[in-house]
């Protein structure tokens, strides 16, 4: 089973690589700070070291403060979908910041993940760090004091950020919130529905059949287990066609349309049309993708820089949701690939009996309410989506929100390239305008 998380929380992983000579001359270093492991228990004084990296290479006094919020990964200087923010850092005369998530990468409260220490994990308590974490670094750093913030966050933490602005406004003046999701389902086999319009869209009819006739095929081939699955097993090709919901998620995602259409060519070619060839294929595909499986294990307590599945599902089932299934007929995949039921299922195995579907729901609503969904209620945030991002209808799509055809998750936060599409640029612009508009006070 796959939380809809997993599918996509490779964002910040895949073709995000900042050019070495484009990052370096931040002089980029990282540092600690010291959190409360609860922000809202005035007698709990436990502590622990959150992690983040700073670069002030450009920053001159009464600059901003930029910071590019994390979310579930572990960050890294020279990764993570940050050409823009750090052109914005030069631009600006900023004083930049990335921050680490707790219970992510290395910012750890506690020694284990077993279910008494992750009460501590919620979005709650990560945006109270990232109040804290601003008050400490403008009374610390000399020339911060009356610094404007700006966030800047992509994907869940784009959700931290319009959360931020929301509960925090005294704390940022602005954000952008690229490819955020706010409004919280509980089953979103929506995601996959999407998913599967967009391959029709740029693999056209042929892509789409392709797809859906050999899932089918596998899965009755599995159930049987006859000969054509164990020789799948035998070759270690039934690994990727387990993983198919995660592959082509992730292609649609955080692709653009160029390179979509490139694998829809070599999906399409007769070669391909045999499950076997198929599975190859969708192996090829998997060693394009960075961190597959670091979603995979929910079971393991141990704390790992790497490894996320169990954080995750946490957060998924006490209230984020999200739970991508293959519960609807509209999509290429098989039912029986992630049904509503086995998705939400791991909840109550891995946290306890009191995890079913109703309280997981009320959980869930409970988090629209607090957040207010597709209703923020928040100025000053810029909203960004990829047009054909499957999670795009999980946040703000109408006309607040600049839709950006033919671009991948996010990738409206990469840096300015002559070679971007025309409606790519303008978004980026008109991005990187409204945050100077905001920095002066307009």
Request: aromatic content about 14%; proline content about 3%.
């Amino acid at each position: 089973m796959k939380v809809g998380k997993s599918i996509w929380l490779f964002l910040l992983f895949i073709e995000c690589i900042v050019s070495d000579e484009f990052h370096d001359k931040f002089q980029e270093k990282f540092d600690w700070i010291e959190q409360k492991v609860d922000n809202f228990n005035a007698s709990d004084n436990r502590t622990w070291k959150m992690r983040y990296s700073y670069t002030n290479r450009y920053f001159k006094p009464g600059g901003p403060i930029m910071i590019n919020v994390g979310g579930e990964w572990s960050i890294s200087m020279k990764a993570t979908l940050l050409g823009l923010f750090y052109e914005m850092i030069e631009e600006f005369q900023g004083y930049g910041f990335n921050t680490e998530h707790r219970y992510y990468g290395k910012s750890f409260p506690v020694a284990d993940l077993s279910i008494e220490n992750l009460k501590y994990l919620s979005t709650e308590q990560a945006l109270a760090d990232l109040d804290y974490f601003i008050k400490y670094q403008k009374s610390k750093i000399k020339g911060l004091s009356n610094s404007k913030v700006i966030m800047v966050g992509c994907s869940y933490a784009g959700g931290m950020v319009t959360w931020f602005r929301r509960y925090y406004p005294q704390s940022i003046d602005a954000g952008w919130a690229s490819g955020a999701a706010l409004h919280h389902a509980l089953d979103y086999s929506d995601g996959l529905i999407s998913v599967g319009k967009s391959i029709r869209k740029i693999c056209g009819d042929s892509g789409y059949n392709l797809v859906e006739r050999m899932s089918l095929s596998y899965w009755d081939h599995k159930r049987q287990n006859d000969s054509t699955y164990l020789e799948l097993e035998a070759k270690n090709l039934t690994i990727h066609m387990e993983h198919i919901t995660e592959i082509f998620s992730t292609e649609v995602q955080h692709r653009n349309f160029t390179y979509m259409k490139g694998i829809c060519r070599n999906l399409t070619s007769p070669r391909n049309d045999d499950i076997f060839k198929f599975s190859e294929f969708l192996g090829y595909l998997a060693t394009k993708i960075p961190h597959l499986y670091s979603f995979d294990n929910a079971d393991s307590l141990k704390v790992d820089e790497n490894t996320f599945g169990r954080q995750w599902l946490w957060q998924s089932c006490n209230g984020m949701g999200a739970f991508m299934s293959t519960s609807s007929v509209h999509q290429p995949f098989g039912q029986y690939k992630m049904p509503f039921t086995e998705v939400i299922g791991k909840c109550k195995k891995q946290f306890g009996p009191k995890y079913t579907i109703d309280y997981v729901s009320s959980l869930v609503d409970n988090t629209n309410i607090r957040h207010g969904g597709y209703e923020p209620n928040v100025t000053h945030i810029y909203f960004t989506h990829a047009e054909d991002d499957p999670w795009k209808y999980t946040g703000v799509h109408d006309e607040r929100a600049t839709i950006i055809p033919g671009i991948g998750h996010c990738h409206d936060l990469r840096q300015r390239n002559v070679k971007d599409w025309p409606l790519t640029r303008a978004a980026k612009e008109h991005g990187v305008e409204l945050m100077r508009q905001w920095i002066n006070g307009k």
